[in-house]
């Protein structure tokens, strides 16, 4: 394996190609990547020279989630910088794959999806990944990737099941299990660890490598595919897959061109871990998720700001694609008034607009100054609305008839605000009740027309951050 390692920063070049066919104004995106912190190792030094001209990237994702999750952003950054200079984008959903489970980085086995599930979740992957690169595109257009002469070709989604769904058992021996060693197998990372624990591995989860192998084959021959960008843990299965194309293009006889365009490559990414060792991506154990209906937009944006300082430089390095001057005027910045969080605010500005879009970003904004009891009277009941309107756990609507006029702690049990009635007046007594981030001294306080902000919505707040958003239908 090969580590790049420069002590250069950031920095566009000025050379120029005719055509219209690749971005040249900014540096090597391998090398542009590895400033970044965003390359761990890669198979060949040659994967440099190979990327100054336009070349097909893929990355392969399996759908064990509806939703893929904040870990998972590292290397769909990596895929969006390939994208923005010019080469061919593919993202790999695992349709096939995921109805077996990658063992790298397993100490035991994944429980089997149902088919139904996995459809759902190949389904829900397949969108998000649409809309991370058109969000991601408009991001790095704003960002100074606009140079019009880039003939920037559009990502591909694909699945491996319209590939694998018609090969049999006979098929897979022959076409993939002939060209296969199995003392190479063995020695695998995620195969010796597994064959060392008491658990074992399965025959399933050890020809997984062989899949994922076939899969860089497939998209070499039919996609022109050289290089595939994955994940630390990757490193085994990427070289399988280098490995099963140089030996299938000898069993094909098509070995007579074998200079720098009929390479195969591998790039990896490396596990990005917090500075506390935890893993990122996590929040109180549970993952941070790129769809909005599973993590609001707001506990995105939160997350990212409570990045740690000995995180956050690193973060906007590998989250952003601001330049290496910015990233140090903000890191300056901070550093005056570390209290203020200055470079958390930037990174969660930039990264909730690559993820969400500015719509998105917006709406983390109004539910930050919702949730963090600032003064609401210069937002519009519509902007409240469009903020929550996702957020299963804070937003209710209920029928304006039941909500006018009734009780405050009728309406705190309704909404699961407090317990009881009882228990909202207990509330209320200690001082840790607010309707729209004013406290309530009456247990008797009733909710009528005039609270409501612009007829629309009330704001109940239960002691320091319990929030519920009520709009009236």
């Known amino acids: 394996m090969f580590i ?20 040249s104004t900014y540096s090597n995106v391998v090398t542009d990547m590895t400033q970044r912190g965003l390359v761990s190792n890669t198979t060949s030094p040659e994967v440099i020279e190979k990327t100054n001209k336009p070349t097909t990237i893929y990355c392969g994702v399996d759908p064990t989630a509806k939703s893929l999750h904040l870990g998972n952003l ?25 109805s ?8 035991s086995e994944r429980v089997p999806l149902s088919p139904e599930t996995l459809k759902e979740n190949v389904a829900g992957i397949d969108n998000q990944i649409h809309r991370f690169f058109r969000n991601g595109t408009r991001y790095a257009e704003r960002r100074g990737f606009d140079d019009t002469t880039v003939d920037r070709k559009i990502p591909k989604v694909l699945n491996n099941f319209d590939w694998f769904s018609n090969m049999t058992a006979l098929d897979f021996l022959s076409s993939i299990g002939r060209h296969a060693r199995v003392n190479s197998m063995l020695a695998k990372e995620s195969v010796k660890s597994r ?28 996609h022109d595919c050289r290089v595939q960008l994955g994940g630390n843990d990757q490193w085994g299965n990427i070289t399988a897959g280098i490995d099963l194309i140089a030996r299938k293009r000898v ?14 490559f591998g790039v990896t990414i490396p596990l990005l871990l917090t500075s506390t060792g935890e893993k990122f991506g996590k929040s109180a154990g549970n993952a941070v998720w790129l769809d909005e209906n599973m993590t609001s937009v707001f506990d995105f944006y939160q997350f990212l700001m409570k990045s740690t300082d000995s995180d956050v430089r690193k973060y906007l390095s590998m989250f952003t694609l601001l330049k290496e001057d910015e990233i140090l005027e903000i890191m300056n910045e901070h550093q ?33 100054q919702v949730l963090f009891g600032e003064d609401l009277s210069s937002l519009t009941g519509d902007q409240i609305v469009e903020a ?14 039941k909500l006018i006029g009734s009780g405050i702690d009728a309406i705190a049990s309704i909404t699961n605000a407090a317990k009881s009635k009882s228990d909202a007046q207990k509330r209320i007594k ?30 109940l707040r239960v002691g320091k951050s319990s929030y519920y958003l009520i709009q009236a239908i």
């Open 430 to 459: 200690a001082g840790g009740f607010y309707l729209n981030n004013q406290r309530v001294t009456n247990v008797k306080q009733t909710i009528e027309e005039d609270h409501l902000i612009d007829g629309k919505v009330v704001v």
């Open 388 to 401: 929550f309107k996702t957020d299963e756990n804070r937003f209710i609507q209920l029928e304006r008839s």
């Open 100 to 107: 077996i489970g990658d063992p790298s980085g397993r100490k």
């Open 195 to 222: 064959l060392e624990s008491t658990q074992g591995i399965s025959f399933t989860e050890f020809s997984y490598q062989l899949l994922q192998a076939y899969d860089f084959w497939y998209l070499y021959k039919h």
């Open 336 to 368: 005056k008034t570390p209290e203020k969080r200055f470079a958390q605010r930037k990174l969660a500005d930039e990264t909730t607009e690559l993820v969400h879009g500015v719509d998105g970003l917006r709406r983390a904004k109004t539910a930050t």
């Open 4 to 23: 790049l390692r420069s002590r250069h920063s950031f920095r566009r070049l000025s050379t120029f190609r005719v055509n219209r066919c690749f971005i």
């Open 74 to 98: 590292v290397t769909l950054m990596g895929l969006l910088h390939f994208h923005v200079r010019g080469h061919q984008a593919i993202a790999l959903v695992g349709g096939a794959t995921g």
């Open 251 to 264: 069993f094909e006889n098509d070995v007579k061109d074998n200079n720098l365009e009929a390479k195969a």
